[in-house]
Structures are given as structure tokens and as C-alpha cells.
């Protein structure tokens, strides 16, 4: 039997993206968020919802632009700190002696030592309430060679991407592999 938890954000995995932009002074900011995701596969777009109350928010309606770094378990500490403090008050990456590097595509930086780097177009926004949703077409996604597999493909096991746990409020890495998506369930 199922117990009832009411209407809360629990669903996994919820990713850990750093979202990268410039405010206005042209000096790069990141955030980390976990609301977030692909919502379109033509175009390719990446959503991320964010409140009105953070830096990046206001950035990111003046700039149209952003990039979503994806930090690997190495840099769970940074990814956390990301979240935490404010754009507003400090540089971030002078703080954590992180790399901003300018996107080729789009008027955001992205995350040097993160294994991968997806650079957005702002398309759509949508309020809901707290939240404000981001809607970004996907231009273009760079990957670190050292975590290219077969097929020119980042390998997820290679890359070692974080989840987050929002009930826990806690950091994950993720688990084994269990089988070859839109094949395995051909075995029922």
C-alpha cells in the first residue's frame, strides 16, 4: 500500500545544472538549479524554472541567453556553493577558482571544468507561480574528450553527473547500468 505525502516536489532524479549567465556589468554568474530538464526534442530546448528573487532571473530576462554546465561528482562542493550564495555578493568563480569560459553561441559562460556544456536561446517564459519557467532552444552542447565514448557520445558513467534529493536535500551520484533503453522491455 502507498502512503500519501500530499501535494510535494518529490520526483527522481532532479539534475543538478549550473546555469550560466552575464549580468550587467558583463561579469559572469552561475547558479545552480534542480528544476530543470529537456522538454523538447524539436527543437532541442532544456527548461529550468527559477524564482523572481534570484540574481540570475533578472539576468537571464535582460540577457535572452544561457548555458547549463553540468558539474560531476568531483565538483559536488562547488555545484553546492553555487546554489548558496549570491551573484550579487561575491564572485563565484573567483571563490571556487572555477573557469568562466564564453559561450561561442550564446551571451552566457558555462563552467570550464564541468563535463559538459549546453548553450541556450531563451524562447519561452511561462509564470507559475513561484517559479518562473525558462524555456531555452539548445544551439549547441560541448563535451570534455575524457568522457566521450563509443559513437562520439558522452558516457553518463564517465561523466559521473550528480542528482539532487529534494526531500533529503541531499547530493547522489548515479547508479549502475541496467540495460539498453527502448530495448530491454522487449523481453517482456
Not at 37 to 64: D, F, N, Q, W
Request: glycine share 8%; net charge neutral; charged share 25%.
Amino acid at each position: 500500500m502507498k502512503k500519501s505525502l500530499g501535494a510535494k516536489t518529490l520526483a527522481y532524479p532532479t539534475p543538478v545544472f549550473v546555469i550560466g549567465t552575464y549580468d550587467e556589468d558583463n561579469r559572469p554568474n552561475v547558479m545552480t538549479a534542480s528544476w530543470a530538464g529537456i522538454c523538447c526534442s524539436k527543437p532541442p530546448c532544456m527548461a529550468v524554472s527559477l524564482r523572481k528573487a534570484t540574481y540570475t532571473y533578472g539576468i537571464l530576462m535582460e540577457r535572452k541567453a544561457f548555458t547549463i554546465s553540468i558539474p560531476s561528482e568531483s565538483h559536488v562542493k562547488e555545484a553546492d556553493y553555487f546554489g548558496i550564495a549570491s551573484g550579487r555578493k561575491v564572485d563565484k568563480f573567483e571563490k571556487t577558482g572555477l573557469t568562466p569560459v564564453k559561450s561561442d553561441l550564446v551571451d552566457a559562460p558555462y563552467v570550464k571544468e564541468f563535463p559538459l556544456a549546453i548553450e541556450c536561446r531563451l524562447l519561452h517564459t511561462l509564470e507559475i507561480g513561484l517559479h518562473t519557467l525558462f524555456v531555452g532552444e539548445i544551439l549547441d552542447v560541448k563535451v570534455d574528450d575524457d568522457v566521450i565514448a563509443l559513437r562520439g557520445l558522452p558516457d553518463i558513467e564517465k561523466s559521473r553527473p550528480i542528482v539532487f534529493a529534494p526531500e533529503t536535500r541531499s547530493y547522489h551520484g548515479i547508479g549502475s547500468y541496467l540495460g539498453k533503453a527502448f530495448s530491454i522491455g522487449k523481453e517482456i
